[in-house]
């Protein structure tokens, strides 16, 4: 699951990409009722302007109408935004998570898959689990304690994956170790 023009400029030597982490599309689909919203009560403003302008002359409704409409389609580029842009960068060294958190505010976190604890994936109510999405939690012992990936796609399987990817690292980084441990015993003097 590897976006093939996906590029990462500060990669480690020998450090490559094993799997990204995505939000679910069920995250279109709430963007798409925002717009439904927003074409709805721009319909009901349209249909009842004559009521309206009892109250209110043609020109400031239609100022107000004009102004709803950028502000609701502002907020709903911000929301689209804020979900398209988060995902989690797991190589075979560390874990890169790239949050959005609002409109012009990113944040990059990482941490090295040896810090790692725990790995969890849930999906609460009805929703979540008929159509498989919820969030996967990863538990670190570094500075940064958790990263929460919310309306995460398959949260089991790409929990397991991820836990997969550390214990894979973790048994080279153990076998790495015995080998450098070995290579640099001391070697016992030669007695003449």
Known sequence: MIPVDLHISNLRPGERIE?????????LFYTGGYIFVLVMVT?????????????????FLS????AFMMFFTLFIYVYWVDNELDFYIITNERIIAIE?????????????LEQVQEVNGFARGLLENILNFGCVTIRTASDISEFNMELAPEPLENARIILNIIQEYKGT??????DFVRDEKPKAPEIP
Do not use: G, K
Request: proline fraction near 2%.
């Open 19 to 27: 799997y990204v982490l995505h939000r679910h599309w069920i995250t």
């Open 43 to 59: 319909i009901l403003m349209l249909a009842f302007h004559d009521s309206l302008s009892a109250f209110l002359p043609w020109t």
């Open 173 to 178: 980084h153990r076998e790495r170790m015995r």
């Open 63 to 66: 100022l107000l109408l004009l």
């Open 100 to 112: 959005q958190l609002s409109f012009l505010n990113r944040t990059v976190r990482e941490c090295s």
